[in-house]
């Protein structure tokens, strides 16, 4: 059971130069939002402290809300810092508050400021409880319309915010880059796509598939850690990270995943879904997302919607032949918010 929500009192001043929206191609701007106030928080999950991050007009009374749930690393949220200025997560915040909403964002257990185990022993239950948390906590916050309130989940944060908005309303629900099979349908799927891109001989291909499969069964099914199946089996090491986890994540995290039915889950979602996808993402696909679309009760299908970013990536970045990194697709925030003021 979740305990009450502590708030730390840290509150800074930052100007438009830190989290402002920039002047070409900002999302549409509500007057009176050229201050922004950010200001540390927390959460508290059976006694477990986590760190949060509360961005918000300086003017407004009441604003509308974005619960932000990340991606399934163990990175931490606090934006901006020095070596993240140009970090997607850091355009997408600054972007949303311009534009006049209040946006929150927590940390996992163990980054950060957090209290608790190390992120990646954590499993997704505890994750997922970190976020409940956040949400109600967002909820009761002064200058929050909790009419208004809407989920943003990025990649895994997809699956989280269709479990907390079956269970919690909201006004609605954004997801980008987010999942609606089964894990282990995707972890198949996901994988095959990786060896295409690389355009391997069919026989190689074969031979990792089979790899591929064998760890599957060993780990979901026979229930062998990580680090037992590349002792017995050399030559899955491949499918390891440096000290035997899975994606840097622990067993007991993957086989709470794996037991997850997603489209059970976004059929239960009470309120209107915007599912984004962009058309360079290697992770995932369209067909999810247009089935995450489809799943919606027929009560909220009016306002749901399905969008396609052209040449954008998993990290919502597109290239630009004119300049020399990937830029942050500005497209999505634009559309973010103008479909949360359709609510």
Not at 6 to 29: F, H, K, Q, T
Not at 39 to 57: D, K, N, Y
Not at 194 to 219: I, W, Y
Not at 299 to 313: C, I, P, S
Request: proline share 5%; aromatic share 10%; hydrophobic share 40%.
């Amino acid at each position: 059971m979740m305990n009450a929500v502590i708030l730390s009192p840290l509150v800074i001043l930052l100007s438009m130069a830190l989290l402002g929206c920039d002047r070409a191609g900002s999302p549409p701007r509500t007057p009176g939002a050229g201050l922004i106030l950010l200001s540390e928080s927390s959460v508290s999950v059976g006694g477990v402290r986590l760190r949060a991050f509360i961005t918000r007009p300086a003017k407004a009374r009441t604003s509308p809300a974005v619960l932000f749930i990340q991606g399934y690393t163990c990175a931490s949220v606090r934006l901006p810092l020095p070596q993240q200025k140009n970090h997607p997560y850091r355009h997408l915040v600054r972007g949303l508050s311009g534009a006049g909403f209040v946006v929150m964002r927590v940390e996992k257990s163990g980054v950060g400021g957090s209290g608790g185990g190390k992120c990646r022993d954590v499993d997704y239950k505890t994750d997922l409880k970190g976020f409940f948390a956040a949400l109600l906590k967002l909820r009761s916050l002064p200058y929050v319309d909790s009419r208004k309130i809407v989920i943003f989940g990025h990649s895994m944060g997809g699956g989280f915010a269709a479990q907390l908005a079956e269970k919690i309303p909201v006004a609605g629900v954004m997801v980008y880059g987010a999942g609606f099979t089964s894990w282990l349908t995707y972890e198949r799927e996901n994988y095959l796509r990786q060896l295409r891109l690389r355009k391997l001989p069919q026989k190689q291909l074969t031979s990792l598939m089979a790899d591929h499969e064998l760890v599957l069964d060993l780990f979901y099914k026979k229930k062998m850690p990580m680090a037992q199946i590349c002792k017995a089996y050399p030559r899955l090491t491949s499918h390891c990270d440096r000290t035997f986890y899975l994606w840097e994540r622990s067993f007991a995290y993957f086989q709470q995943l794996a037991a997850l039915d997603l489209g059970y889950h976004w059929s239960r979602v009470r309120a209107p879904v915007l599912a984004m996808w962009g058309s360079a993402d290697i992770t995932t696909s369209a067909r999810d997302h247009r089935a995450i679309v489809n799943s919606i009760q027929a009560a909220y299908r009016a306002k749901t919607l399905y969008r396609e970013f052209k040449d954008t990536d998993h990290s919502m970045e597109r290239s630009d032949p004119s300049r020399p990194l990937p830029q942050f697709n500005s497209d999505i925030v634009h559309a973010m918010v103008t479909w949360m003021r359709s609510l």
